[in-house]
């Protein structure tokens, strides 16, 4: 984002939260075995999860998993079947929505139609009974830090899915919450204006210091933006760990397999030694890392297509043989898929450069990768959903 | 042209002199403003707004039906209203459909058993004053049909449905996230209604009381039923002038003068809460 150097200056005075030495955790949110259920539906099933202060959170999952629940209890729209939900470090329980100190920015904006750019920026604040010279002004401010001078007087109508994005985002921050709360804000943009969004976003987040809570469905979104990110799936946490913990040690295969692509080796838990496992099944024996809790003797090898090497000799243990098939092209790279003898199905990941120098598809080659960076985990072949 | 003909002749009529039927088209039938002209004469005293004027007793009457159905439009919408948010938060467009069908029934009902229905009810011996008076609520029997009261009550309950399907509609249209959006930013439960949701049904809310307004001052069987001797509505003089007088010229001249200056008081009051009309029609 392009910050002028006035709107820099505008950030302390307008939200001064996280900067205030006395109340530290203004911003936390604390869920304590917090349950939602509709009907008999349980849609939140024993959620625990605490978001620091001025930190860029993302919740990551499925749709329907209960991303949207999640936010909905904190800002105080639908209450909790069961548990606490701590703003600040204060019980919100009976505040209502119009009360709380967060701001919800939803899925379709849910801007108001019939009210001029300003004056949905500024509503929040006639809520709060400001006089109207002092709310065009704030509102002035605050399109400025949003990159949307100019626009003030215009319909909402008018402007274009990106401006209007940011018109919900001035629109949220202008009642200075400590809390931001944003429901899948990009889904509706295009490829090219999601990524710009998303740094801007993130740039938004910096400067005002303000509590974010990011929930979304795209991996690659998170991963970009966030401070830590939760996985979950069918209303439950997964794991809750910095971005690039998530991709590289991830806890579970539903995480391995949603955040990024993957290969899988099923098979049976021979010995562990030293952090290391070794796998048994009919692609032979592999050796992979056990950083998370690893019980029975089932057990899944997951290893990254861009940690898989090909090669016409076999070289070490960690080998596969297999045949190329198909190479499709994706810009910075290309992903090269191989079948092994039994029909398995492995994906790598090769500089397009190296394209030229692959083995032709009638020859035999060796997949190889190193046990440093395959992992293994329990199997969880039942629940998966892929 | 079935539609328009009669009103031509209407018009048409309403310019002629009344007169005995040999001198129909006789020399004395010319095109006159006389029948006009009547709805200005007999003044007599009437007492507005703690002033009190001489006033012609036909237009002392139209002013008088005219505040009536205002008023009655009024108490229309601020039931109606809240009957409509209630319905739009817990009847889902589904079983709306079925709800509406119940909702209707006393629509097949004709308008004069419908009244006939209110007029025994609010009969001074009759349930609702039993009722009342068995829960407490007064100890002694009230007049309902006196003044103005039975065709007030009778108007809102036969014209209720006119403005609670506008409202129910507009309302359903609107996005339930902006509600919410306005909460969230700290919206009171009053000012979200104001600032979000009364905007937003405003075309429902317009055409739900140029309707019930135009239905009630039109009405003619609710305030011959439930009206009294002292309540005069504005219908029952042009039926008066056709029917007994058989002054038809009058009469068509009145229902002119009726339409047109309801017309005006609906375009006036648009202008006043500065309604435009494309806000009814989209
Ligand atoms: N008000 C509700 N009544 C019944 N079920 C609901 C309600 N809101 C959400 N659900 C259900 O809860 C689940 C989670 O919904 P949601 O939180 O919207 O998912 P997400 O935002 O992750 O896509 C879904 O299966 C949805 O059908
Ligand atoms: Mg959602």
Redesign the pocket.
């Known amino acids: 984002m392009r910050v002028s150097s006035h709107s820099r200056n505008l950030v302390p005075q307008a939200i001064s939260n996280s900067a205030d030495p006395e109340k530290p955790s203004e911003g936390s949110v604390e869920l304590e075995h917090v349950s939602c259920r509709?009907?008999s539906?349980r849609?939140i099933e024993d959620l625990s999860l605490t978001i620091r202060a001025g930190e860029f959170f993302s919740i990551l999952?499925p749709?329907?998993?209960?991303?949207?629940?999640i936010l909905r209890m904190i800002s105080g729209f639908i209450d909790p079947s069961a548990g606490t939900i701590r703003i600040g470090g204060e019980d919100v329980r009976g505040k209502r929505a119009n009360q709380r100190p967060t701001s919800l920015i939803f899925q379709n904006l849910a801007l108001f139609p019939l009210m001029r750019v300003w004056e949905n920026v500024a509503f929040g604040l006639e809520m709060r009974r400001v006089p109207r010279s002092i709310r065009r002004k704030r509102a002035e401010e605050l399109l400025t830090l949003v990159d949307l001078v100019g626009a003030e007087d215009k319909m909402v109508s008018q402007l274009s899915g990106g401006q209007r994005q940011r018109v919900a985002i001035a629109r949220a921050l202008a009642v200075e919450p400590s809390v931001m709360l944003l429901d899948e804000p990009l889904s509706a943009l295009d490829l090219k204006l999601r990524q710009h969004m998303r740094a801007e976003l993130r740039s938004i987040q910096k400067r005002t210091g303000v509590t974010f809570i990011y929930?979304t469905h795209d991996q690659s979104e998170a991963l970009a933006m966030s401070d830590r990110v939760a996985v979950m799936n069918k209303g439950r946490m997964l794991q809750v760990a910095p971005p690039h913990e998530i991709y590289h040690n991830p806890s579970s295969g539903f995480v391995a397999k949603f955040v990024g692509e993957t290969n899988v080796i099923e098979g049976k838990l021979v010995r562990i030694a030293d952090g290391f496992g070794t796998v048994e099944s009919p692609l032979g024996q592999h050796r992979a890392r056990v950083s998370h809790n690893v019980q029975g003797e089932s057990v899944a090898l997951y290893v990254r297509p861009e940690h898989v090497d090909v090669s016409r000799q076999r070289q070490g243990d960690n080998a596969i043989e297999a045949r190329l098939q198909d190479v499709s092209f994706e810009g910075s790279f290309a992903l090269v898929k191989a079948v092994t003898a039994h029909g398995h199905v492995f994906l790598v990941a090769t500089d397009n450069n190296d394209l030229q120098r692959l083995p032709s598809n009638t020859e035999n080659v060796y997949l190889h990768f190193d046990e440093q960076q395959a992992f293994l985990l329990q199997s969880d072949r039942e629940q998966c959903i892929t | 042209m079935l539609i328009i003909l009669p009103n031509i002749a209407l018009i048409e009529s309403s310019f002629r002199p009344y007169l005995p039927l040999n001198e129909i088209d006789g020399p004395r039938d010319s095109y006159t403003l006389a029948n006009y002209q009547r709805f200005l004469s007999t003044p007599v005293g009437f007492d507005i707004f703690g002033m009190s004027i001489d006033v012609p007793i036909h237009l002392r009457i139209f002013i008088t039906t005219v505040l009536y159905s205002i008023f009655v439009t009024a108490i229309i919408l601020i039931i109606g209203y809240p009957a409509a948010y209630y319905m739009t938060k817990t009847i889902s467009p589904s079983n709306m459909a079925i709800f509406f069908i119940v909702l209707t029934v006393p629509m097949w009902v004709s308008e004069i058993l419908r009244s006939f229905a209110w007029f025994t009810i609010l009969s001074f011996k009759g349930p609702l004053n039993a009722l009342l008076i068995e829960i407490g609520v007064i100890n002694s029997e009230v007049r309902w049909i006196r003044g103005y009261y039975g065709i007030i009550i009778g108007l809102v309950y036969t014209y209720m449905l006119f403005m609670v399907f506008p409202l129910y509609s507009s309302m359903q249209s609107l996005d339930k996230n902006q509600i919410e959006a306005a909460q969230d930013l700290g919206a009171s439960w009053w000012r979200t209604h104001w600032r979000v949701i009364v905007p937003h049904c405003k075309p429902g809310i317009v055409s739900g009381c140029v309707m019930v307004f135009m239905l009630s001052a039109g009405s003619l069987l609710v305030p011959s039923l439930l009206g009294s001797p002292n309540s005069l509505w504005f219908t029952q003089t042009i039926q008066q002038l056709m029917l007994e007088a058989l002054d038809w010229n009058t009469g068509a001249a009145y229902s002119l003068l009726f339409l047109s200056l309801c017309t005006f008081v609906v375009v006036a009051m648009m202008w006043a809460f500065k309604v435009k009309l494309s806000d009814i029609t989209n």
Do not use: M, N
């Open positions: 509709f009907g539906f849609a999952g749709s329907g998993c209960g991303k949207t629940t929930i």
